[in-house]
């Protein structure tokens, strides 16, 4: 059951008796009148000054009325609630006192769902908090993205996905960023599962990407970025047979291909080379797992992609270092040459040699 105690304490006894009655009115016949995100006048978002009492009162109305849609709705009407509660921060012209303020409404009002047991209501209030680019709100998407913290996997799969977005929306200082990125990467370093760890990483090469950010928050996040995928192709050799985990591991290579197009030169040089020794093992894995990997088909694919992007970024790093050459992992995988794709490593170990 809901937490009821949210809204009497919230509001005076007169709003919730009427909240109340407009939830009903929904529940017979579609949206509340005067309870969706349009009904938010212009000024009330965009306003530079503390919202006056009248319209703190007109808010939390708002914001009551589709949370309790949220917590006890039929799930047509809990995805309506979760758009007209997604809304108003992204309203154009919508101020950051608004946000603020608004953010302030409807975390704590969010909590009891995100804590309760309706996986499909949790996940959709978890969208609401994703869209209030606060910082608040991206403190409790890492908090519901750590496996310590939260057991279900869907609920860690959908609040880590949101990071990314989250993180580039909100107003947080270079401090703030920097704690992000070390909560990713020990969030990841704890999942078990490859789809969050992918989306950990994903959110850490965005914030590489941030305009305006200092150079020290850059290298942060890029040795976030390096000793992730170093934790990562470890786990993955520790493996006794082909590991889904790879999936991680090739997507996130992908990921860092394109980042090495757009970054500036001497970064890009540095990530190369630190790169360099998890890609020696992504190969390194490959060979551990020849056979288990070759005998599933989805997983040839993936070990097969993430081989092809070390291909790529070694023979980069090889010319970085003057030595230039061409690495083929990827042709003897898909050939079924051990003795080639072992030869093609020892010769990546020559010239990596603190590859793991």
């Known amino acids: 059951m809901p937490n009821r105690t949210l809204f009497r304490s919230a509001f005076p006894q007169p709003i919730v008796r009427a909240l109340a009655a407009a939830a009903a009115a929904w529940a017979l016949g579609g949206s509340v009148a005067g309870q969706d995100a349009s009904s938010l006048p212009q000024s009330m978002i965009e306003t530079a000054a503390p919202l006056a009492p009248e319209q703190k009162t007109r808010l939390g109305a708002f914001v009551s009325a589709q949370v309790r849609q949220l ?3 039929e799930p047509d009407r809990v995805g309506r609630a979760r758009v007209e509660l997604s809304t108003p921060p992204g309203r154009p012209g919508a101020s950051e006192t608004f946000r603020r303020e608004y953010a302030a409404i409807v975390r704590p009002a969010l909590a009891p769902i995100i804590a309760g047991t309706d996986e499909m209501r949790t996940i959709n209030a978890l969208i609401v908090i994703a869209s209030l680019r606060s910082p608040e709100s991206v403190d409790l998407l890492l908090e519901r993205s750590d496996p310590s913290r939260e057991p279900r996997l869907a609920v860690r799969i959908r609040a880590s996905s949101s ?3 989250a993180i580039a929306q909100a107003p947080l200082t270079p401090a703030q ?5 070390r909560r990713l990467s020990a969030n990841a370093g704890q999942e078990t599962d490859w789809v969050p760890i992918l989306h950990a990483f994903r959110a850490i090469v965005r914030i590489v990407a941030l305009p305006g950010l200092p150079d020290a928050s850059v290298g942060v996040a890029l040795r976030a970025e390096t000793e992730l995928l170093a934790q990562l192709v470890d786990r993955i050799r520790r493996e006794s047979a082909a590991s889904p985990l790879m999936n991680a591991m090739a997507q996130a290579l992908l990921s860092v291909r394109n980042q090495l197009t757009t970054m500036p030169a001497d970064r890009a040089t540095t990530l190369r080379r630190d790169l360099a020794p ?8 490959t060979v551990a797992h020849w056979d288990s990997a070759r005998a599933d088909q989805s997983l040839a694919r993936v070990y097969g992609s993430a081989l092809g992007v070390v291909d790529l970024i070694l023979a980069l790093a090889a010319t970085d270092r003057r030595t230039p050459g061409t690495f083929a992992f990827v042709r003897a995988w898909e050939s079924g040459s051990k003795v080639d794709f072992e030869a093609e490593l020892k010769r990546a170990e020559t ?3 603190r590859g793991r």
């Open 278 to 285: 998890t890609l020696v093992g992504v190969a390194r894995a």
């Open 71 to 73: 917590a006890e709705g």
């Open 177 to 181: 960023i920097d704690g992000a990125t």
């Open 351 to 353: 010239m990596f040699p």
């Open 163 to 165: 990071l990314a977005d």
